[in-house]
């Protein structure tokens, strides 16, 4: 069984403000996803940055039958959105951007905008694999690429800089928090026995502070001296699958040239146990996955083929 999650980056239909200017650049950028999907053959796919359910449908279109596909109904300011693609019939269970209750609006510009919802939403689903129920969620958080007001991809000066940088980390924090309340749901307290993934764009890397949050209980992490150890903490913990991606390999995204891991899969204990591999790019490869590396304005990608990330995955013995 295969599980991967993948930014599409930009997933228009052509002739808007977000997407290829003609047709022949978007069926290229189809004709570039669909190669890519094809051979890593999912079980389950997380997708981010679908912009048009019409261009989600033209993409299955590609793939050939016998896939499956859900979107959020909860989509940006830019339209762009998650979902999934599989191979494998299934139901969805949660579609929510709401902050646990607990959790306040945060500050999102110098005007004191606040906001109490994430500004993606989570999709949860439930599929019906050979090994049991998989319960997955897949979100795409707050991004680490700034934009400023007036539509800038370039502040004033630093000091809006700072201020926009910590705006941008209240609500990637917040959302964090919120996908770790709805991990719960789907875990039950029950992780030992449940198999549950919590997988998409988190926007930032592995030891960050807003990635942590979702792990759950500390400790027993990957190749950490208390992975070996059950402990109670394992009903409710989530397991970084990132360890076992080959160190070469170990890069979802290239910005400004500094190679990056920002696109995870979290396995519950009962998942973690069955990882047999994990990877980025298509599976089998040695080769590091061919990104561009992109800069602070992300017009500039525009109609751009293929995508800027690279899909993650692991495969489930």
């Not at 007001?149 to 700072?162: I, L």
Request: proline share 6%; charged share 25%.
């Amino acid at each position: 069984m295969l599980i991967g999650t993948w930014n599409l980056e930009n997933l228009y239909r052509p002739g808007g403000p977000f997407g290829p200017k003609d047709k022949a650049a978007y069926e290229t950028k189809l004709a570039a996803l669909a190669e890519v999907i094809t051979a890593l053959d999912p079980t389950l796919l997380g997708v981010q940055e679908v912009g048009e359910p019409e261009a989600l449908r033209d993409l299955v279109g590609m793939l050939g039958g016998g896939w499956h596909a859900a979107l959020s109904q909860h989509a940006d300011s830019r339209g762009i959105r998650v979902g999934f693609l599989s191979r494998t019939p299934f139901e969805v269970l949660h579609d929510t951007d709401g902050f646990p209750a607990k959790l306040r609006p945060v500050q999102a510009d110098d005007k004191g905008l606040v906001v109490a919802e994430a500004g993606r939403g989570f999709l949860a689903v439930e599929a019906a694999t050979e090994g049991g129920p998989l319960r997955a969620a897949v979100c795409h958080l707050k991004s680490k690429l700034l934009s400023y007001p007036g539509g800038r991809f370039q502040p004033r000066d630093e000091g809006e800089r700072a201020r926009f940088g910590a705006y941008a980390l209240y609500r990637r924090a917040a959302e964090a928090a919120s996908l770790r309340a709805l991990a719960d749901e789907l875990l039950d307290g029950d992780g030992r026995e449940r198999d549950v993934v919590v997988l998409g764009d988190l926007n930032d890397e592995v030891q960050a502070a807003t990635t942590q949050i979702l792990l759950g209980p500390p400790g027993s992490e990957i190749d950490t001296t208390g992975f070996d150890r059950a402990d109670a903490g394992d009903a409710g913990r989530l397991w970084n699958a990132a360890p076992r991606i080959p160190a070469a390999q170990r890069f979802s995204r290239i910005n400004s040239g500094r190679r990056e891991l920002i696109d995870h899969l979290l396995l519950s204990h009962r998942l973690v146990r069955r990882l047999t591999a994990a990877g980025t790019g298509a599976p089998g490869e040695e080769e590091v996955p061919r990104l561009p590396s992109v800069g602070d304005d992300p017009v500039e990608r525009r109609g751009a083929a293929g995508s800027d990330h690279a899909p993650v995955w692991v495969r489930i013995g």
